[in-house]
């Protein structure tokens, strides 16, 4: 504003605030510049006039003109500036517009705070006189203001609803349109007591202003609706009046455009204050954030079950991809709700549903949607084996799934980092509906984890008991146990046993060593299991008279697999044909195999073997004797060759022969046959590491089909 002397400093030296005010053209004081007027207050303030200086700074706000008005505030302390606009809010609607338009921010800001604290009808007429920017900024304020002001707010509603409606009517007058009068009487009065007010035109053009203002036929009241938006106390506030004021529609629109702005639950608690929930509310809250949304059912479950079932039903409605992740955030007690509603999404959709909760790790909450899956869907590709375990947990109707996996190994390695109780349940399912491959993977899991004693306890009760059981699974126990004996070490089920024996196991204890007994593929496995139970009265079954020498235990199991194929021998001391033997060799049976000229003559000790062997006259070769000890044969494999009719002898890149002869082509054969039997044996017991798992048994004894 221009330092501009409209009048001379002299004129205002013996001031009277009644000349200040404006009663007729005539009555105004020439105009000083606004650092003049500065000046002036200054000086009457020092010289004890604090009263004068506040009765001009009065004046001034409640008779200068706009342009006059918006130059003292500019440069008055915000004290004065503050007194100088107080006063002018007492002007004429006109006059309050006009000086709106003329301050410049930040006088402008601070004025239309002044003015928002106007009457309702006051407020309005203003800014019906403004331009969008301040007439916005005059409305903003005004809610504001009465924010915790219920009264008067729904007293601005309705101004702001009748103000549409009077400027409905004007626009239909100046089209030709003969209005139709609905307002009641009181409607009526509000006119006329604000024409009233308008009649003094303020001078310096804003007669101008006021007539091009009111040529404008926005709606007020949806353009503070529509900013209030995205401010949600003031949605609900506004929301809340609209509905005192008959306004229902219009608040639940309101209400809903500003649920979809809420970042928090307490934000939806606020606009439910305000409006009932409704489906368009309940459906812009379901498409929130999926924590808000569990917030406010957890809160509506205790204040309004209505609205709860109306959340509820949209948050459904929305699909899998919304009710997934509501339900992974929500409290068990809500969850009720949802049970039964989550029939109306697709068997796919609530797997899907399922699936989001696992990755909550909600299982809890998973087997219980669980129940709202029909057997026999088509499996969703983005199930994963946890939702299938949930759902064999939940119902039995889902059990069949289990006889149709493509891989019951990754299945079972899966399930075993479930709790006990749901790994017993899904291998009860598996049991019901013979799935074979799951129930020996679970079993194999199972044998490799710890708790080997309390899972034999588990196994033993096991449903569906087989007929004449009594109650029990000595299969899964037995097939257990035998896995247990696989996956671990000699040294390991010798622990074990112990263990077992130490507790209150000691019949599962007997139960492992019954059957090492009789299973024949663990025939040499037992006595190293019963040399390192040492004082245990259950070594000496399973040891036998072994003192613990490899060697010894070799040539032990080389004669026991030739007294089970030949006849049993005679009592001798030696053979005929002699056969060299060692100090403590017993010699046992004696083999020819053709004639002592184009021959062999094989004697079988309790050592090894010894061979006497004759090329033949055709063969360059002298006759000569070699013996092979029984512990050797664990490097040793026998074949027979046809051509030469020898016996061949394989040890590692060597070769040996036996010379045969013709005539006894098929006893060779059947004697390469037994030492071939004789080295297996050999094998087995070396192939025993006190530290190494001892694998499947060579029999078979125990296998998955026998379940």
């Given at each position: ?22 009663g007729s ?5 020439p ?20 009263r ?6 009065d004046?001034?706000g ?25 006063a ?7 006059e ?15 004025f239309?705070?002044?003015?928002a ?31 915790d002001?219920?009264?008067?707010m729904i ?7 009748e ?9 239909q007058?100046a ?7 609905q307002?009641?009487g009181?409607r ?13 035109q ?13 040529q404008r ?17 003031v ?8 509905r ?9 629109r ?15 608690i ?11 509310l ?13 917030a ?17 039903d949209a ?12 339900l ?11 049970v ?22 909600r ?11 029909p ?6 590709s ?32 899966e399930?075993?980092?479930?709790p ?5 349940a899904v ?10 491959p ?31 059981s ?18 671990r070490s000699?040294?390991?089920v ?18 492992i ?11 040499w496995v ?5 040399h ?10 399973l040891r ?27 009592p001798?001391?030696?053979w ?9 060799e ?28 004759v ?29 030469s ?6 040890k590692?890149?060597?070769?040996y022969?036996?010379?045969?002869g ?19 044996a ?13 694998g ?12």
């Amino acid at each position: 504003m221009a330092d501009r002397l409209c009048g001379p400093l002299a004129a205002v030296t013996c001031f009277n605030p009644s000349m200040m005010v404006d009663g007729s053209p005539a009555g105004r004081l020439p105009w000083l510049a606004p650092s003049a007027v500065v000046r002036r207050i200054t000086e009457m303030r020092a010289a004890g006039g604090h009263r004068p200086a506040e009765m001009l700074l009065d004046a001034i706000g409640a008779s200068r003109t706009a342009g006059e008005v918006a130059g003292v505030v500019e440069v008055l302390d915000p004290a004065d500036a503050g007194r100088v606009l107080a006063a002018a809010c007492q002007r004429p609607a006109a006059e309050i517009a006009a000086i709106l338009t003329a301050l410049p921010d930040p006088g402008r800001a601070a004025f239309a705070a002044f003015a928002a604290g106007l009457g309702a009808p006051e407020v309005v007429a203003v800014s019906g006189l403004l331009e969008p920017p301040e007439r916005d900024a005059l409305l903003d304020a005004a809610v504001e203001v009465r924010l915790d002001r219920r009264p008067e707010m729904i007293a601005l509603v309705a101004a702001l609803s009748e103000a549409d409606g009077g400027q409905a009517e004007h626009d239909q007058a100046a089209a030709g349109q003969r209005p139709e009068r609905q307002a009641d009487g009181g409607r009526a009065e509000h006119h006329s007591a604000a024409d009233r007010r308008s009649e003094r035109q303020p001078d310096d053009g804003r007669a101008e202003h006021h007539s091009a203002a009111g040529q404008r036929s926005e709606s007020q009241l949806d353009g503070v609706l529509d900013r209030a938006v995205a401010r949600i106390p003031v949605a609900a506030a506004l929301g809340a009046a609209l509905r005192d004021v008959g306004a229902d529609e219009r608040a639940g629109r309101l209400i809903g455009r500003a649920a979809g702005h809420c970042q928090h639950a307490i934000e939806f608690i606020g606009l439910l204050g305000a409006v009932p929930i409704d489906d368009a509310l309940a459906r812009a809250a379901a498409r929130c954030d999926p924590g808000h949304v569990a917030a406010l059912i957890g809160h509506l479950e205790t204040t309004d079950h209505d609205a709860a079932d109306a959340l509820a039903d949209a948050v459904v409605a929305e699909g899998p991809g919304t009710t997934g992740p509501v339900l992974a955030r929500l409290d068990p007690e809500p969850m009720r709700r949802f049970v039964p509603r989550l029939a109306g999404l697709t068997p796919s959709g609530v797997v899907e549903v399922m699936a989001e909760l696992v990755r909550a790790d909600r299982r809890v909450l998973s087997r219980a949607i669980a129940t709202a899956v029909p057997p026999g869907f088509a499996w969703p590709s983005q199930a994963g084996t946890r939702v299938l375990i949930d759902l064999v947990v939940a119902s039995a109707v889902h059990s069949a799934r289990l006889t149709g996996l493509a891989a019951p190994g990754a299945f079972a390695a899966e399930l075993a980092g479930e709790p006990p109780g749901v790994i017993a349940a899904v291998l009860t399912r598996a049991c019901a509906v013979a799935a074979v491959p799951v129930v020996d993977a679970i079993l194999g899991e199972l044998a490799r984890g710890p708790d080997t004693v309390k899972w034999v306890a588990r196994l033993w009760h096991i449903a569906p008991e087989p007929a004449a059981s009594g109650g029990r699974r000595p299969d899964l126990v037995d097939r257990y146990l035998d896995l247990v004996i696989q996956y671990r070490s000699p040294r390991e089920v010798a622990a074990l046993i112990d263990e077992l024996d130490a507790g209150d196991g000691s019949p599962m204890a007997g139960r492992i060593v019954r059957m090492l007994l009789d299973d024949p593929g663990r025939r040499w496995v037992r006595p190293y299991i019963g040399h390192l139970l040492g004082g245990s009265p259950r070594a000496a079954g399973l040891r036998g008279d072994w003192t613990g020498d490899r060697v010894e235990l070799a040539r032990a199991a080389a004669v026991e697999e030739l007294r089970r194929v030949l006849r049993e021998p005679g009592p001798v001391d030696r053979w005929l044909p002699v056969l060299s033997l060692r100090t403590a060799e017993r010699p046992l049976w004696l083999v020819r195999l053709g004639d002592l000229d184009a021959g062999s003559l094989i004697g079988l000790s309790n050592r090894g073997v010894h061979c006497h062997s004759v090329p033949g006259p055709h063969m360059r070769q002298e006759p000569r004797e070699f013996r092979i000890d029984y512990e050797q044969f664990a490097h040793l494999t026998f074949g027979f060759t046809e051509e030469s009719h020898r016996i061949r002898i394989v040890k590692q890149q060597a070769t040996y022969f036996w010379a045969v002869g013709p005539a006894a082509e098929a006893q060779a054969r059947g004697v390469t046959a037994l030492l071939n039997v004789v080295a297996t044996a050999v094998r087995a017991v070396f192939a025993v590491h006190l530290d190494e798992p001892l694998g499947p048994s060579a029999s078979g004894w125990f296998s998955a089909e026998r379940i």
